[in-house]
């Protein structure tokens, strides 16, 4: 029964008492509470029955009582004519009496109580008044406290319940029918389970059990309800998040705080369990919509500084895939259109054509077969125009498919192959989101989630497209920069030299190594010009900075350099006209050139800020060169000078660039007694020593670039011919530096 159908009296319950094979003897009933007494008289009207009840109502005991006549022990003399006359009535078969009446007490004082008085007969025909009585006021209370308790009931908004020992209803309120959904007759007399079509059921079930025989309460446990009617599925491979469609089956849930408490008399006799339910949806909704908000902040912040934290295009897209897995997905796919990669303006994918991707990235938050249904890294796959992928870079808008089906594997995987590990892999929703910056669309972040339950919707459209759009910039200048260092890269070794040159009595081995990936290509160069009068002009610089506007410059002064080999002037006048070629293209640059003469055997050499050479004797150990440092190309106004160093045959030279030999955590007079110490060792090719110095002293991330050039003069052919040195260096002097 509902609370409207209830009496202003106790709830009913049902079941045996908790003593087993026995009815309930305990004391503490509502009897008890109303303390009722109970008199019995035989026709005269004296007492001959004084229960334990009536002392406590009337204050007399039953020495006290029994065998003297009712009315004047108990009425005041106003009122006996009054009793004498209902009590006869009683007596004479004029059925019951019930009512208020005036009881004077032991102590004088008079109090009312209240009367239910009915004839009795034994088996001999004898009659006696049956009179049942107690105190007023204390049915005033108990008929108050149950009219409240009924209304309290009744009206709360507070879903209500009892259910008795065998854990079946006996009584739900309204406010209960109207969060449960269900009238009063689907509750009563039926369990929780059977009655209210919950997920949690057996947990309840299970509480209320432990509630029953431990008396613990459970305060405000959450309960998922009964799932309200949901809106309709979104459609397959939608790509229309905007609706309200994706969000329905969470929008459908209903969630409860449940709260149960034992019920037990004031004898501490336990009667049932009470239940209060309140539905609390719209709070559960909104702290889930707070939680999810606090976690896309997170998210978004994470991004913001784990995606692009350097230029590396490859590692950024590898960072975003490691960002959304596996808190927002299981599979991640990070793919770029093929021509973004090929060029610095992507045109884009044909409006109904199929596009070229290549993944860059794709992470799994576990072990799955998933993973081999994704295309391979780095290489660039042809996606038709029917996939998900395609139509979101196409269109430049998410798709959701907030609940994958097998036809939609077919529109997700590149074959069916790959359709049928995605199965496997229980991949059950999918959402692609477009990469795109500065108007122009990069690629996708595919999606998928396969054990985590919960399919993608609007929220976490919202979230995907904004990670998206933050990764999308950070890929787009990483693109830009591999753009640009491929630019400057090819710039620069076009600007090198391309073979070995034809070389009077010197054997030359050189190397180029650009920056490390993550940083742009700088402007160091090496050249070894042959001249006209068979000296050799030995040349190594490093223009400051570095891109495509330092090797250009770089271009710019090895050409002038060349130049101004060919007029045969002495090192300290080259560098000195190469300075006001560097000043004038508002650059600087360090430069070591040296002019080798087979004739003299001698090497003569002038220096612009660079680091010195290392003079390798054939007989002897290996000794940097003290040379004059002078100023940077570019200073202006620093003179510089040619000093003149032996070089046999069978000698070598070491030229470098600071990129060889300086690093953050070392001293350079360290590093440099590391370069003399590896070429004080067993006699070695010049390809050799080329890659011992490169192996031993460059780390694979250095960031500069190096330029190394070693040369090792040969013995002269046995005739004068060539002995004699006629060249005039830059003073008009002959044979003088």
């Given at each position: 029964?509902?609370?409207?159908?209830?009496?202003?009296?106790?709830?009913?319950?049902?079941?045996?008492?908790?003593?087993?094979?026995?009815?309930a003897?305990?004391?503490?009933?509502?009897?008890d509470?109303?303390?009722?007494a109970?008199?019995?008289?035989?026709?005269r009207g004296?007492?001959?029955l004084?229960?334990?009840?009536?002392?406590t109502?009337?204050?007399?005991?039953?020495?006290?009582?029994?065998?003297?006549?009712?009315?004047?022990?108990?009425?005041a003399?106003?009122?006996?004519?009054?009793v004498?006359?209902?009590?006869?009535?009683?007596?004479?078969?004029?059925?019951?009496?019930?009512?208020?009446?005036?009881?004077?007490?032991?102590?004088?004082?008079?109090?009312?109580?209240?009367?239910r008085?009915?004839?009795?007969e034994?088996?001999?025909?004898?009659?006696?008044?049956?009179?049942?009585?107690?105190?007023r006021?204390?049915?005033?209370r108990?008929?108050?406290?149950?009219?409240l308790?009924?209304?309290?009931?009744?009206?709360?908004?507070?879903?209500?319940?009892v259910?008795d020992?065998?854990?079946?209803?006996?009584?739900?309120?309204?406010?209960l029918?109207?969060?449960t959904?269900?009238?009063?007759t689907?509750?009563?007399?039926?369990g929780?389970g059977?009655?209210?079509?919950?997920?949690?059921?057996?947990?309840?079930?299970?509480?209320?059990?432990?509630?029953?025989?431990?008396g613990?309460?459970?305060?405000?446990?959450?309960?998922?309800?009964?799932?309200?009617?949901?809106?309709?599925?979104?459609?397959?491979?939608t790509?229309?998040p905007?609706?309200?469609?994706?969000?329905?089956?969470?929008?459908?849930?209903?969630?409860?705080?449940?709260?149960?408490?034992?019920?037990?008399t004031?004898?501490?006799?336990?009667?049932?369990?009470?239940?209060?339910?309140?539905?609390?949806t719209?709070?559960?909704?909104?702290?889930?919509?707070?939680?999810?908000?606090?976690?896309?902040?997170?998210?978004?912040?994470?991004a913001?500084?784990r995606?692009?934290t350097?230029?590396?295009?490859?590692?950024?897209?590898?960072e975003?895939a490691?960002?959304?897995?596996?808190?927002?997905?299981?599979?991640?796919a990070?793919?770029?259109?093929?021509d973004?990669?090929?060029?610095?303006?992507?045109?884009?994918?044909?409006a109904?054509?199929?596009?070229?991707?290549?993944?860059?990235?794709?992470?799994?938050?576990?072990?799955?077969?998933?993973?081999?249904?994704?295309?391979?890294?780095g290489?660039?796959?042809?996606y038709?125009?029917?996939?998900?992928?395609?139509?979101?870079?196409?269109?430049?808008?998410?798709?959701?498919?907030a609940?994958v089906?097998?036809?939609?594997?077919?529109?997700?995987?590149?074959d069916?192959?790959?359709?049928?590990l995605?199965?496997?892999?229980?991949?059950?929703?999918?959402?692609a989101?477009?990469?795109?910056?500065r108007?122009?669309?990069?690629?996708?972040?595919?999606l998928?989630?396969?054990?985590?339950?919960?399919?993608?919707?609007r929220?976490?459209?919202?979230?995907?497209?904004?990670?998206a759009?933050?990764?999308?910039?950070?890929?787009?200048?990483?693109?830009?920069?591999?753009?640009?260092?491929?630019?400057?890269?090819?710039?620069?070794?076009?600007?090198?030299?391309?073979?070995?040159?034809?070389?009077?009595?010197?054997?030359?081995?050189?190397?180029?190594?650009?920056?490390?990936?993550?940083?742009?290509?700088?402007?160091?160069?090496?050249?070894?010009i042959?001249?006209?009068?068979?000296?050799?002009?030995?040349?190594?610089?490093?223009?400051?900075?570095?891109?495509?506007?330092?090797?250009?410059t770089?271009?710019q002064?090895?050409?002038?350099?060349?130049?101004?080999?060919?007029?045969?002037?002495?090192?300290?006048?080259?560098?000195?006209?190469?300075?006001?070629?560097?000043?004038g293209?508002?650059?600087?640059?360090?430069?070591?050139?040296?002019?080798?003469?087979?004739?003299?055997?001698?090497?003569?050499?002038?220096?612009?800020?660079?680091?010195?050479?290392v003079h390798?004797p054939?007989?002897?150990?290996?000794?940097?060169?003290?040379?004059s440092?002078?100023?940077p190309?570019?200073?202006?106004?620093?003179?510089?000078?040619?000093?003149?160093?032996?070089?046999?045959?069978?000698?070598?030279?070491?030229?470098?660039?600071d990129g060889?030999?300086?690093?953050?955590?070392?001293?350079?007079d360290?590093?440099?007694a590391?370069?003399?110490?590896?070429?004080?060792?067993?006699?070695?090719?010049?390809?050799?020593?080329?890659?011992?110095?490169?192996?031993?002293?460059r780390?694979?991330?250095?960031?500069?670039?190096v330029?190394?050039?070693?040369?090792?003069?040969?013995?002269?052919?046995?005739?004068?011919?060539?002995?004699?040195?006629?060249?005039?260096?830059?003073?008009?002097?002959?044979?003088?530096?």
């Amino acid at each position: 029964m509902s609370t409207a159908d209830l009496p202003a009296g106790p709830a009913p319950v049902s079941g045996p008492a908790p003593v087993s094979g026995a009815f309930a003897m305990e004391a503490g009933g509502l009897l008890d509470v109303l303390g009722v007494a109970a008199v019995v008289l035989d026709a005269r009207g004296r007492i001959v029955l004084w229960s334990p009840q009536a002392e406590t109502v009337f204050g007399y005991s039953a020495a006290e009582a029994l065998g003297r006549p009712a009315v004047t022990l108990l009425v005041a003399e106003a009122h006996r004519d009054e009793v004498l006359a209902l009590f006869a009535r009683v007596m004479a078969g004029g059925g019951p009496w019930a009512g208020v009446f005036p009881i004077r007490r032991r102590d004088g004082r008079t109090v009312p109580v209240e009367f239910r008085n009915t004839r009795l007969e034994d088996d001999q025909g004898q009659a006696y008044a049956l009179g049942l009585a107690t105190d007023r006021a204390t049915v005033r209370r108990v008929e108050q406290d149950l009219a409240l308790s009924s209304r309290l009931v009744a009206h709360s908004p507070i879903g209500l319940a009892v259910l008795d020992l065998d854990l079946r209803f006996v009584l739900v309120n309204p406010a209960l029918e109207r969060i449960t959904g269900l009238p009063a007759t689907g509750h009563l007399g039926r369990g929780f389970g059977q009655a209210v079509p919950s997920p949690d059921a057996p947990a309840v079930e299970r509480a209320l059990r432990e509630v029953l025989e431990t008396g613990v309460p459970v305060l405000s446990r959450r309960v998922r309800g009964p799932v309200r009617e949901a809106g309709r599925d979104a459609p397959q491979g939608t790509d229309r998040p905007d609706t309200d469609e994706a969000a329905a089956e969470s929008e459908s849930e209903s969630v409860w705080s449940v709260s149960l408490y034992r019920l037990e008399t004031t004898g501490r006799r336990v009667v049932g369990v009470a239940a209060a339910v309140v539905d609390v949806t719209e709070q559960h909704r909104a702290e889930r919509a707070a939680a999810r908000a606090r976690n896309r902040l997170a998210v978004i912040a994470s991004a913001s500084e784990r995606v692009g934290t350097t230029l590396d295009l490859d590692l950024t897209a590898h960072e975003l895939a490691e960002l959304v897995v596996p808190e927002f997905a299981d599979i991640a796919a990070v793919d770029v259109l093929e021509d973004v990669l090929t060029g610095p303006r992507p045109g884009g994918t044909d409006a109904s054509g199929p596009a070229v991707f290549r993944a860059l990235a794709v992470e799994t938050a576990y072990p799955t077969v998933a993973r081999d249904a994704a295309d391979p890294v780095g290489d660039p796959a042809r996606y038709g125009a029917e996939r998900l992928v395609t139509r979101c870079a196409r269109t430049g808008r998410p798709v959701l498919v907030a609940h994958v089906t097998d036809a939609d594997l077919a529109h997700i995987a590149r074959d069916a192959t790959a359709a049928g590990l995605l199965r496997e892999a229980g991949v059950h929703s999918y959402l692609a989101v477009p990469l795109r910056a500065r108007g122009v669309v990069l690629g996708v972040l595919d999606l998928k989630r396969a054990r985590n339950a919960v399919p993608f919707d609007r929220d976490d459209v919202l979230l995907a497209v904004e990670l998206a759009a933050r990764a999308a910039v950070a890929i787009d200048n990483a693109r830009w920069y591999r753009h640009q260092q491929r630019t400057a890269l090819a710039l620069q070794r076009h600007l090198l030299p391309h073979g070995p040159a034809r070389l009077n009595g010197l054997d030359a081995a050189y190397r180029y190594q650009p920056a490390s990936a993550a940083v742009e290509v700088g402007g160091d160069w090496f050249d070894a010009i042959p001249l006209a009068d068979g000296k050799t002009a030995l040349v190594v610089g490093d223009v400051m900075g570095s891109g495509i506007n330092a090797a250009a410059t770089m271009g710019q002064v090895r050409t002038a350099a060349r130049t101004l080999a060919g007029l045969g002037l002495a090192p300290s006048v080259v560098l000195t006209e190469l300075d006001r070629t560097v000043a004038g293209l508002d650059e600087m640059a360090t430069c070591l050139y040296a002019v080798y003469d087979p004739g003299s055997a001698s090497c003569r050499i002038a220096n612009a800020g660079h680091p010195p050479p290392v003079h390798v004797p054939a007989d002897g150990l290996p000794r940097l060169l003290d040379l004059s440092t002078g100023a940077p190309l570019g200073v202006g106004g620093v003179p510089f000078e040619t000093e003149e160093v032996p070089f046999r045959p069978g000698d070598s030279l070491v030229l470098y660039t600071d990129g060889l030999v300086e690093t953050r955590d070392q001293d350079i007079d360290v590093r440099l007694a590391a370069l003399t110490a590896l070429l004080d060792g067993p006699p070695r090719s010049l390809e050799e020593t080329c890659d011992l110095l490169l192996d031993a002293l460059r780390a694979p991330d250095a960031p500069d670039d190096v330029a190394l050039l070693i040369a090792r003069a040969r013995p002269l052919p046995a005739s004068g011919d060539g002995d004699k040195d006629n060249t005039k260096d830059g003073d008009g002097k002959e044979g003088a530096a």
